[in-house]
């Protein structure tokens, strides 16, 4: 037991590390998702096109691939962002677009007659999508969005290989130094497990809060 | 001072990184047989009666599908040979692969399975099926071709985390362009064109899954 914790620290300090990209790239993914999932929905094809631009090339390419690419091929355009900068932007612009997806679902979801009920009454279209449509979407993201998070929450563990000392790059840095491989690597998976329980008790919470009012 | 965009270096390193794309099509492909064979004895152990089977299959899924499939690259990676198991480090990663993803199909297998209605299984008692005739013959010829498009998105989403074996020694597209960026430090062409290439194909194989959907519907998956 006393073993277990002369690894504790060094790895709670990644974990801290961990938490915080997940929790920094979570709040600048949902105002993401939100502005991409509606401006995909569109009728201004100078709106909806960047936005399905933007979804489609996050969507279709690896979370690694765009993290790399954003730490090497950036700097050589001349922006020079530090790299836990570069693994909030892009883990957070990758969970947008897959935010954008459950955003447009849950909106398209919306019964047709509700909108044409708000019409019908002359509302302008920015109420209808304020006081209609968006009151009952939002419960509907709830669950995928909470999906997202865990995601988002597993994709942390690419910033390590970008030299972040997130909880994945300290099970490395410990493994070298004690070469207690098994226990180092199996208290790192419950560390993320326990994280994200924690996400999904968080958003059941959230759920129910939604479901009462 | 070359150009931000060098078409003939480009050119010149589309067939090495196609030769390294061979090596994450093959890691995919295998990564996905075993994902849906192992994600099938899942599902079935995770449905099974006994307590003592089904707790313990929800809580391996439960926990491959909450934690980062990057450390149990390197937990396999690494603890395997700890335990004598001697693996080549592609073999490794497409088995961590493959057990990743079983768990996100054995869910889908499991939704397909709840979606046969009950009067079946009832009908296939009244006819003293076995429970293995039951299910080989009655519930999963049912349960599986309306989820193969949602197993098909699995496979695009998985093809999509094959640089992830980059970080265990596996020279594949990802790592090949690292390569090419180190030798000639030029890193704009080959990590935008294996962007390009992975664009390209997800959306070839997304494209592919909508079409199947739509055959399969056509074909008889209404219920």
């Known amino acids: 037991m006393e073993d277990y914790l002369s690894l504790m620290p060094a790895l709670l300090r990644g974990l801290w590390v961990t938490i915080g990209i997940t929790v920094g790239a979570a709040l600048l993914a949902v105002p993401l998702a939100l502005a991409a999932g509606l401006a995909r929905m569109s009728r201004q094809p100078w709106v909806s096109w960047p936005a399905a631009v933007y979804v489609e090339v996050f969507r279709g390419t690896s979370a690694l691939v765009q993290l790399f690419w954003f730490y090497f091929v950036l700097p050589l355009f ?18 947008g677009a897959y935010g954008a997806e ?33 009151p009952q979407a939002i419960p509907a ?7 997202i998070m865990i995601e988002l929450l597993k994709n942390t563990a ?35 497990f326990a994280v994200a329980l924690l996400i999904t008790a968080g958003v059941r919470l959230l759920e129910r809060r939604f479901k009462t009012r | 001072m070359s150009p931000v965009f060098d078409w003939a270096f480009a ?27 192992l994600g099938l004895v899942l599902a079935l152990l995770r ?50 692969l493959g057990v990743h993803y079983a ?39 049912q349960a599986i071709p309306p989820v193969v498009p949602a197993l098909g998105n699995y496979l695009v989403a998985m093809f999509k985390d094959t640089p992830l074996l980059s970080a265990i020694t596996v020279v594949e597209l990802l790592q090949t362009s690292k390569m090419i960026g180190s030798a000639t430090f030029r ?9 390009i290439l992975f664009l390209l194909l997800s959306l070839i194989a997304a494209y592919g899954v909508r079409r199947l959907e739509i055959g399969l519907q056509r074909f008889g998956g209404k219920r």
Do not use: H
Not at chain 2, 12 to 33: C, F, N, R
Not at chain 2, 120 to 141: D, K, Y
């Open chain 2, 11 to 37: 050119l010149e390193i589309l067939p090495t990184l196609g030769e390294a794309l061979i090596i994450t099509v093959q890691a995919t492909l295998l990564g996905m047989l075993v994902a849906v064979t």
């Open chain 2, 47 to 96: 449905r099974a009666r006994l307590k003592i089977i089904s707790a313990p299959a929800a809580l391996f899924i439960e926990f491959v599908r909450s934690t980062p499939l990057l450390v149990q690259m390197y937990f396999l990676f690494y603890v395997l040979p700890v335990t004598g198991v001697q693996m080549s480090p592609l073999t490794t990663g497409i088995l961590a």
């Open chain 1, 158 to 192: 690419l910033v390590s290989l970008i030299t972040i000392t997130d909880l994945t790059f300290r099970g490395q840095l410990l493994r070298s130094d004690t070469l207690r491989t098994t226990d180092i690597f199996i208290i790192v998976l419950l560390l993320y």
């Open chain 1, 102 to 134: 459950v955003v447009r679902g849950a909106v398209n979801g919306v019964l047709k007659g509700q909108r044409e009920a708000a019409i019908a009454l002359n509302m302008t279209s920015r109420q209808i999508m304020q006081r209609i449509v968006l």
């Open chain 1, 141 to 147: 993201m709830l669950p995928p969005a909470g999906n």
């Open chain 1, 78 to 95: 001349g922006l020079q962002l530090p790299a836990i900068a570069v693994g909030v932007i892009v883990l957070a612009a990758n969970a």
């Open chain 2, 187 to 195: 890193y704009t062409e080959p990590l935008t064109l294996v962007g």
């Open chain 2, 103 to 141: 768990a996100y199909c054995a869910e889908v297998y499991r939704a397909g399975i709840e979606a046969v209605p009950r009067g079946q299984v009832e009908a296939a008692t009244a006819l003293n099926m076995s429970g293995w005739r039951t299910a080989v013959g009655v519930v999963l010829p």
